[in-house]
T-cell receptor
């Protein structure tokens, strides 16, 4: 398996623009997680899905953030409109029940 | 409020010696603990884990110790190698990890030749 795949790897956009980050989890994994890493706050859990259903989105910072998982092999994290303080590295991870989270390479987002 | 704390932002160790990375937690509901290693421009990589029913878990050069009464865990790497230079994250979860992990802010380990 290729592991968790994220795209794009880097995204530079201007304030106010819509940003969509994409994730393909490892085949067969029931859980998918979106994390954000910043210098100030470290790695924060934003939202996670079990069998494509959002379970806990309490970490999503604002209504500008939304996430979907239309099927078992694809998830998106959308920010609309984006702001400079959204600049961070966004990681997607997947796991089996009770298993360790396996992370993708991340998307580095810069909002100017 | 940080539930998982790594109080040393960085640690420098000589090659061949033992590296000890420390982690403290405050949430008594945590029952599953993991260590991740991260290189620049890559995602965190799972290293080793321990369940709260154990106090030690070993995998090659890596050993994790858990002291539940002190709410403290540590990662020992022996002997340390240059490729071990990375940021190490401590993570914790309740319910076996199904609800996601809470991470510490990481310790940057530098192995000096």
């Amino acid at each position: 398996d290729a592991g968790v795949i994220q795209s794009p790897r880097h995204e530079v956009t201007e304030m106010g623009q819509e940003v969509t980050l994409r994730c393909k989890p490892i085949s067969g994994h029931d859980y998918l997680f979106w994390y954000r890493q910043t210098m100030m706050r470290g790695l924060e859990l934003l939202i996670y899905f079990n069998n494509n259903v959002p379970i806990d989105d309490s970490g999503m910072p604002e209504d500008r953030f939304s996430a979907k998982m239309p099927n078992a092999s694809f998830s998106t994290l959308k920010i609309q409109p984006s702001e400079p303080r959204d600049s961070a590295v966004y990681f997607c991870a997947s796991s089996l029940p009770g298993g360790a989270l396996l992370f993708g390479p991340g998307t580095r987002l810069t909002v100017l | 409020d940080q539930q998982v704390k790594q109080n040393s932002p960085s640690l420098s160790v000589q090659e061949g010696r033992i590296s000890i990375l420390n982690c403290d937690y405050t949430n008594s509901m945590f029952d599953y603990f993991l260590w991740y290693k991260k290189y620049p421009a890559e995602g965190p990589t799972f290293l080793i884990s321990i369940s709260s029913i154990k106090d030690k878990n070993e995998d090659g050069r890596f050993t994790v110790f858990l002291n539940k009464s002190a709410k403290h865990l540590s990662l020992h790497i022996v002997p340390s190698q240059p490729g071990d230079s990375a940021v190490y994250f401590c993570a914790a979860a309740s319910g076996g990890g199904a609800d996601g992990l809470t991470f510490g802010k990481g310790t940057h380990l530098i192995i000096q030749p």
